[in-house]
């Protein structure tokens, strides 16, 4: 059986030769046409599924007798599989193998469900999902035992048996994987101890073998292809970090040495495979770092940096018509739910979800989103995620750009049910004009540039002085500008002594312009000026106060409007 090369070229001959070889294999095949048409819709939309079946015609006759195209697996199902097909394998080059053969098999019928339409979005990333944790895990328990066998058991001091933990983050941690996602894993192990083999080895050793082991049987590429592309680099450290750390030493990296980025990456962590119980607890050691106790409105800019590197990143490779992390992508729909989730998670466990879905309806619930913002979000989440899906059946590669190739977006247009291109370029269009919207509303600079802004802003800096700095606060609205200025400048003084870090004295720099903007404003300016900076010298070593002031102006508008009621 040949497979399709393009996706101009006719299918009814490919059809012809899968029930020519299915005859002549004595396949039974029904005849019913909506099969048909859903062979030639997917054979149509992804070369790897052709492929596939090209190579072993014999493998969509087991998924259709066996009933697995027409229906979901049920809980359990797939690992159920998967423990049958690696029963023979007794060493590693054959665990490789099967691992290999048994995701080539899964990834058509997924594929298959997909774009035949007979499975929704959900199911399909949730069977993704599965098959990526079920190949972890029941590799890391052949690997484990076999790494036992060779070196002994690993114990802690007290003797007590230690086992890996895996961990997974991004889409799989949420259960979202797309159709040609990497995993992102990180490897921890309890406590510190060795092996009690004959020639003893200490465990961190022990762990980053086995660890090494693990990405090998899935990672590396074989005549079978691969298993899943494996990345580590969100564990602590990244590259120049161990591939296995121990509980307290991922706990005392995370809570003193982890970036802003990483809080954002934990919120997905989920413990794929290994020892469970003991992920829970290393779970909950680290859950102080992502959810902390206030309303942490500083997670908005470090969100904000992140998306401008993004951007910067994107414009550098030339790749700005990207769905996942270019303009209105899915990128920025994460961004929005997990804003909120990294502002208020500390404070409200109900806001601690994984998947993206689920807490765009807990925010609606919690009027932190509008019904309207949220159902227009969720639309297009549903909508550029199946379009990642259809972009990566096409050759099982993972990329997230749009076709140039015009014959190829109209295959891809079909694919998401549209037989008019432009059609299905105006909707996605649509859908990515409207997340950039509500992201900009979120993300936008906490206030537009304006000529009274900066001036007040060179007033506080220093760049304008004497009369000129006078001046300024005259027509900005102080009635006693030179009051005005010396106590700005006796403010100015107490921070430096004080000795403020670079981002507490970014955020006081971006804050104190809008402060004394929001103080003219008032009917007292001259008088509400010290007693609020009396306040911010109280509270200016917590910068989660500043980026909460400098965040919601209702807040900053509410603070001049108590300390001009009361002194």
């Known amino acids: 059986m040949t497979h399709a090369a393009d996706p101009s070229e006719p299918l009814a001959p490919l059809w012809e030769a899968w029930i020519q070889w299915a005859r002549a294999n004595g396949v039974s095949v029904a005849a019913d046409a909506g099969f048909r048409a859903a062979f030639e819709r997917v054979l149509a939309a992804s070369d790897f599924v052709a492929q596939s079946l090209g190579r072993d015609p014999a493998l969509l006759a087991r998924l259709g007798e066996g009933g697995e195209l027409e229906a979901a697996y049920p809980e359990g199902a797939i690992a159920g599989r998967l423990r049958e097909q690696l029963a023979a394998a007794n060493d590693e080059p054959a665990l490789v193998t099967a691992l290999r053969r048994f995701r080539r098999d899964q990834m058509v019928r997924i594929i298959w ?216 992508g899915i990128r920025e729909i994460e961004f929005i739910g997990q804003a909120f989730q990294l502002i208020r998670g500390g404070r409200d466990p109900e806001l601690r979800l994984r998947p993206i879905l689920p807490v765009l309806e807990r925010l609606q619930a919690k009027r932190l989103l509008t019904a309207a913002a949220a159902q227009e979000l969720r639309e297009a989440y549903v909508f550029l995620r199946r379009l990642e899906n259809r972009l990566q059946a096409w050759k099982d590669q993972q990329t997230h750009v749009l076709p140039a190739d015009g014959e190829r977006r109209c295959c891809l247009a079909r694919a998401m049910g549209y037989e008019d291109p432009e059609a299905f370029a105006e909707a996605l269009d649509g859908h990515r004009q409207r997340v950039q919207r509500h992201f900009d509303e979120l993300f936008g600079a906490p206030a537009a540039e304006d000529p009274a802004l900066a001036s007040l802003a060179a007033v506080w800096e220093g760049e304008l002085v004497g009369e000129h700095a006078l001046g300024q606060l005259d027509e900005a609205g102080f009635r006693a500008p030179a009051e005005a200025l010396a106590h700005l400048h006796q403010f100015r003084q107490t921070v430096e002594r004080r000795g403020l870090g670079v981002r507490g ?32 010298e109280a509270i200016v070593r917590r910068t989660a106060y500043l980026a909460l002031l400098l965040e919601n102006s209702g807040a900053l508008g509410q603070l001049v409007r108590l300390v001009g009621i009361s002194p």
């Open 113 to 328: 469900r997909d774009l035949a339409g007979w499975a929704p979005l959900g199911e399909t990333l949730e069977a993704l999902s599965a098959l990526a944790d079920t190949c972890v895990d029941q590799a890391l328990q052949r690997l484990t035992t076999w790494a036992v066998g060779e070196l002994g058991t690993p114990r802690d001091p007290a003797g007590e048996a230690q086992a890996l933990v895996v961990i997974g983050m991004g889409k799989l941690g949420a259960r979202e994987l797309n159709l040609s996602s990497d995993i992102d894993l990180i490897f921890a192990f309890p406590h510190h101890g060795q092996t009690d083999g004959p020639r003893p080895l200490d465990n961190e050793r022990f762990f980053i073998r086995l660890s090494q082991r693990l990405v090998q049987a899935l990672n590396a590429p074989t005549v079978d292809g691969f298993v899943f592309r494996v990345d580590t680099r969100l564990r602590p450290f990244g590259d120049s970090g161990p591939l296995a750390m121990s509980f307290d030493a991922m706990e005392e990296y995370y809570q003193a040495q982890a970036r802003e980025w990483e809080r954002y990456a934990m919120i997905k962590a989920r413990v794929v495979a290994g020892d469970r119980e003991a992920g829970e607890r290393l779970m909950a050691l680290l859950r102080p770092f992502v959810y902390r106790r206030y309303l942490d409105f500083g997670a908005i800019e470090a969100l904000r940096d992140m998306k401008r590197l993004i951007t910067q990143e994107l414009k550098r490779k030339g790749m700005e018509d990207n769905i996942k992390l270019g303009p209105g």
């Open 505 to 536: 004295r970014e955020r006081l720099d971006e804050l104190m312009p809008r402060l004394l903007q929001a103080v003219v404003a008032y009917a007292a300016p001259d008088a509400v000026l010290p007693r609020l900076l009396k306040i911010l």
